[in-house]
Every structure is written in C-alpha cells, then in structure tokens.
C-alpha cells in the first residue's frame, strides 16, 4: 500500500508510541495531591513545556485538547461568548475546514454574523480585504487557515496577526492543524506585541497530524485571552478545559511535536523534492491534469499536490487509485459515502463540477519515491478509466 494522504492522518511515530505506553503504565491523576498524582503532574507540566517550546510560546498558554476540532470549537465558540458588547459579526474567510465553519454557522443560530471574505485563484486570504474587514464596526472576533488542508496554500499569517493586532480589540484565531510540523511557526512571533484581548489570541493544532496519537490536540490561548470554557468541572487548565488530563497523551504529542519541529526544515526540503516530481510526473502522465493552489512550490506546504483532472469524478479515480494499492482523498467532507464537490476549490472560482474532480495528494514523514513512483505508474490508466464515467445528470 502507498499511503498519500499524509493531511488526513500521518504514521504514527513509533518514538511517541513507545513514549505513550511508557507513561500510561503509570497511575496517577495529574490532580491528585499525593505522590502518584505529583509523578503525574510532573510529566504533565514538562509535556507542557516541550509543547510549548515546540509552538513558540509559554507552557501556560497550552490547553490540552482532543485534537483540531476541540481546539477549533473551543477558540471559536469561546471567543464569541466572551465577545465585547455589541459585537456579533465573525470574519470568516471562504475555505476554512469545516470545523470552523460549522462551528461558526452553530454560532450563527446564537446571533452571530457572518463577513464572508473571498480567497483569491490560488486559495490565499487577501491581507488588504482581510484588513478592511477588520476595520469594520460590529466585528466579534476572526478565524482564519494558516495552511490551507486542501489546496496547502500558505496564508501570511503573520500580516493576518497584524492587521488584527491593530483593529482595536479584535481577537483572532489562526487554525494551524494543517500547518504545524510543515511550516515554521511561533506563537509569540505571530502574536507579537498585540494589545490584551486582541489580535492573534489562540491558535490551534492537532497531534495526529504530527506523528502523535489520534485525540490529542492543543488550543494556544494568549494569557490575556478572554475565552469561554465548553467543558465546565474540575477547573482543570485554567479552567478553560476541565476534565482529568491524559498524561501519557500529553507525553506522546510532547515528544511528536520535538521530533518533527527539529526535522521540519531537512524534512521540508525532502519532501518539496518527491511532491514536486510527483505533480510533474502527473501532468507528464495525463496533460490535462492541472495543479491547484499556488504554482510557487514554497508558498504551499511542502507535502500537498492537489489536481484537478477535467472529467474524472474524485470518487472514481480515488476507487481506482486504492484498487491499485494508492491512498489518497478528494479532500472534501464525505458523508454516507457521497462526496461533496470541494468547497475550497469552489472557492478558487472553479465551478461545482471541477470541484468535483480534483485528488490531494500529501506525502509525510514515511513518504518515499517509491511511492511516488508506485502513483505515476497508475495515474494515466485511472484517469483514461474515470473519465469514462460521467459526472453529468448528478
Ligand atoms: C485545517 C484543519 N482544521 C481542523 C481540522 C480538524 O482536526 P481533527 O481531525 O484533529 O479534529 C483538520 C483536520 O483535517 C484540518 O485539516
């Protein structure tokens, strides 16, 4: 089997592997006062401050979540009930994952507002538009990607962090689920020196997409961060996630996110190398094959290829790809095995039905070129093959 879709979940490190069962062998609740519970806490707050190195910022800014969509849920939803008085509209740029989006749109039933902000061709946030609509009245607080998951164009992050920084109290929260382990990121650096309660105030990440196991996850949250709770009880992580900690989780996604900060700029390079020879390879192999996103290598994360292939609906390809040993995604949500047109691609202005043609490929940490080799092998016959397959009268 070659695994190419490395953004939906990547290998699991066997360094975090060995680190988790280590840990979890332990007893101890991290809240307790006795020598068991304090051998906890011990490995909770270093795991704490590993993260925290990892993410550029302090060990108390870390909360400990599930994964991106806790972290997502619990930034948004926190923001918008902490919001200034009077305020209610939510800066939403077009193509953000759907954990944002949905969040936001349950945020929507409560009385928020939407300021949708449209995404140039190759899928980047506009910094000026993104300003502009800062500078509005009535805004609540702002969301915006990183890194694209689908296409992997890179935003500017840092001049989103800016503008937000100067709109008088706007809080903004950047999704680095795709981005973290890929890109260079430091909380504090993006942050900068963002007046309390404003500009860039929480950040989140996942741990399954670094090599940590699946349900782990950390919201970075500005110590002058006014934030709701979603989770009330114990008053655990300053009381903004209660519940009792997993110690050996935190460990585990410690450890991940040392190992692949340390590797991140070696590992970048290698795999530009093996995505950029896949995507020629590909448009060598079926010339209409086109490639989303922006067309500068460096401004999309290293490991994405994402293409669109006119005629081929995603579903048929992707079939025949797995048939022939390839893991890969459309990238979209897909709900009782129907696969919705992508909503980012739609939102580079290409039309529903080109949205429902494209294949991500992402390559990580295990990646090789005889995967890559192992997808040119096949690419021309699964196109000739789904292409044959109408995608008309759906
Ligand atoms: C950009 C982005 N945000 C949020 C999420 C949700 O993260 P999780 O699957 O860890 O809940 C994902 C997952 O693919 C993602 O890519």
């Not at 988790?20 to 906890?40: E, F």
């Not at 996604?253 to 340390?262: I, K, N, Q």
């Not at 293409?307 to 990238?331: R, T």
């Amino acid at each position: 089997m070659h695994y190419l879709d490395h953004a939906a979940t990547t290998d699991l490190r066997p360094e975090a592997a060995d680190e988790w069962l280590r840990v979890a062998g332990a007893t101890g609740n991290a809240s307790s006062t006795h020598g068991a519970g304090q051998r906890a806490r011990r490995i909770l707050e270093e795991s704490r401050e590993r993260l925290a190195a990892a993410l550029g910022c302090e060990p108390i800014e870390v909360v400990l979540t599930s994964g991106g969509t806790e972290s997502v849920n619990l930034a948004l939803q926190g923001l918008w009930r902490s919001r200034a008085e009077g305020r209610t509209e939510i800066l939403l740029p077009d193509g953000e994952h759907h954990a944002t989006l949905d969040t936001v749109a349950a945020l929507a039933a409560e009385g928020a507002g939407v300021v949708a902000i449209g995404l140039d061709a190759v899928g980047r946030i506009p910094v000026d538009a993104f300003a502009a609509a800062l500078a509005a009245e009535g805004v609540a607080l702002a969301t915006a990607l990183v890194a694209n998951n689908e296409v992997g164009t890179v935003n500017d992050a840092a001049a989103l962090a800016a503008s937000a920084a100067a709109a008088a109290s706007v809080p903004l929260h950047l999704d680095a689920v795709a981005a973290f382990g890929h890109l260079p990121l430091s909380f504090a650096a993006l942050r900068g020196e963002a007046p309390a309660g404003a500009g860039l105030v929480a950040l989140s990440v996942a741990g399954h997409k670094i090599g940590a196991p699946a349900g782990t996850g950390a919201l970075v949250v500005a110590r002058t961060a006014r934030i709701a709770p979603l989770l009330h009880g114990g008053g655990q992580q300053r009381g903004l996630r209660s519940g009792t900690q997993d110690v050996a989780g935190a460990a585990a996604f410690a450890l991940a996110a040392e190992l692949t900060v340390g590797e991140q700029v070696a590992e970048a390079v290698r795999l530009r190398r093996l995505r950029d020879r896949l995507a020629a390879g590909i448009q060598e192999r079926v010339p209409s094959a086109e490639l989303l996103g922006d067309p500068d290598p460096s401004g999309r994360l290293p490991g994405n290829a994402h293409l669109l292939f006119p005629g081929a609906p995603s579903e048929s390809l992707l079939f025949l790809l797995d048939v022939a040993g390839i893991s890969a995604s459309a990238g979209s949500a897909c709900q009782a095995g129907i696969a919705e047109p992508s909503h980012v691609v739609q939102a580079l202005g290409r039309t529903e039905t080109e949205a429902r043609s494209v294949i991500r490929f992402t390559l990580g940490r295990t990646s090789s070129d005889d995967d890559v080799d192992a997808a040119l092998a096949v690419i021309a016959d699964a196109y000739a093959r789904a292409s044959g397959s109408s995608i008309r009268g759906r």
